[in-house]
């Protein structure tokens, strides 16, 4: 079993930061591939960034492609997301996943976090 637990949300202006965490509990968090989803209100579950059992691979969805910087902390068994140049069509709840599958699709997460909310004030 493994439990994810983010930290970091909250309000910023629109062009601000924000850096989330995720702290996993399980010996073998190496052996997981992380992930960031978030579903803002009203709309489905999307994915956000994708990262390898290293690091050395990371993939982003098109509309934080350059503005987040996904990273991972295998000795501290975390993951991060840093988020620059926020947008207010950014604002929606975070949600931190942990899976076998170095994939986009929710399908392919095996352990979710509660998420974390991140709001984008214009």
């Known amino acids: 079993q493994v439990q994810l637990v983010e930290s970091g949300g909250g309000l910023v202006q629109a062009g601000g930061s924000l850096r989330l965490s995720c702290a996993a509990s399980?010996?073998?968090?190496?052996?997981?591939?992380m992930g960031w989803f978030r579903q803002a209100p009203g709309k489905e579950r999307e994915f956000v960034a994708v990262i390898s059992r290293s690091g050395d691979s990371t993939y982003y969805a098109d509309p934080v492609k350059g503005r987040f910087t996904i990273s991972r902390d295998n000795a501290k068994n975390t993951v991060y997301l840093q988020m620059n140049s926020l947008k207010p069509e950014d604002t929606a709840v975070y949600y931190c996943?942990?899976?076998?599958?170095?994939?986009?699709?929710?399908?392919?997460?095996?352990?979710w976090g509660k998420g974390t909310l991140v709001t984008v004030s214009s």
């Open positions: 399980v010996r073998t968090f190496s052996s997981y591939v």
């Open positions: 996943a942990a899976g076998k599958l170095y994939s986009v699709a929710t399908s392919s997460v095996d352990y």
